[in-house]
């Protein structure tokens, strides 16, 4: 059985791998073949320089998975920059759930269209940065210079401060060591942690759609019958008799005068009839 010390140091490089197999989805059969038919009439394979150093095994593994590495075996002239485990592995526990799309992009910017090396770096003019393409600029989907590095030389000591060109970058790294270079077609380079640029890693996500929630429509309501005030019809009344002091007129009585000349007419007629009537009988 292997000793305990060994089981404990086993622990974080399987704890690393799986994370970085739910990370990074798994290319096909047909990818892996495709990869090595580049591979085999490239000048160089990055992924079996880094091979050689197992303390870029995670890099290594993320340049695989991303296909960077193809992009990498396809160029003429190539700078890796290549941070170490513990640096991947600060990122990768910070960014669990970080797109392919986002990882892909930032492997990019770890790959420089230019032959750098110690010497190179450190005739770079001082007091001032340089820029450089990186293989990310070439994408298209670099915005505001995130395609490009800034590499300042250190004022002593031969290290250099490499940075995106981006204002508002969100880490930086140093120069440690070269690790392996094929002049003038690759050389790879050890940083101390990854160099991310604004918008990749913290890249405003876009904004969920509104949810559509079955809204209740209210019953609408029963039409009102508005009813006009009727104004009271007025009521026929007889007026009011005046209220008067004095009796009401009695009705005129019949003239004396005319009663008498009715009745001498009346006479009068009855003796004309009768004297005619004697007349006759004579």
């Not at 019949?254 to 009745?263: E, I, R, T």
Request: hydrophobic share 45%; aromatic share 4%; net charge positive.
């Amino acid at each position: 059985m292997p000793p305990a010390d060994a089981h404990s140091s086993m622990a974080p490089r399987l704890s690393l791998l799986v994370l970085l197999v739910l990370v990074v989805p798994a290319a096909g059969d047909d990818a892996a073949e495709a990869a090595a038919a580049a591979d085999a009439g490239s000048a160089f394979n990055v992924t079996e320089i880094l091979g050689r150093f197992p303390e870029f095994r995670l890099f290594n593994f993320l340049l695989s998975r991303t296909h960077v590495d193809r992009e990498i075996n396809s160029r003429r002239t190539v700078t890796v920059l290549a941070p170490e485990n513990s640096a991947v592995d600060w990122l990768l526990r910070r960014t669990a759930r970080l797109p392919r799309a986002a990882l892909l992009e930032l492997i990019s910017v770890h790959v420089v269209l230019d032959y750098l090396d110690a010497a190179k770096l450190a005739a770079l003019p001082r007091g001032r940065p340089t820029l450089f393409t990186t293989l990310f600029q070439t994408s298209g989907n670099a915005r505001r210079r995130t395609g490009f590095l800034a590499i300042t030389p250190a004022a002593k000591g031969g290290g250099a401060v490499i940075a995106s060109a981006a204002p508002g970058a969100l880490v930086n790294a140093t120069f440690k060591r070269a690790v392996a270079a094929k002049p003038y077609n690759i050389s790879v380079l050890q940083i101390s942690n990854f160099v991310v640029p604004p918008g990749i890693i913290t890249r405003p996500r876009p904004p969920p759609p509104p949810r559509m929630r079955p809204t209740a429509i209210a019953p609408s309501p029963a039409p009102t019958r508005t009813i006009l005030p009727t104004r009271p019809s007025p009521q026929l009344t007889q007026p009011a008799a005046e209220d008067t002091d004095e009796a009401p007129a009695a009705a005129p009585a019949p003239s004396h005068g005319h009663a008498v000349h009715g009745m001498s007419l009346l006479s009068g007629l009855g003796v004309a009839v009768g004297m005619t009537c004697m007349l006759g009988y004579l």
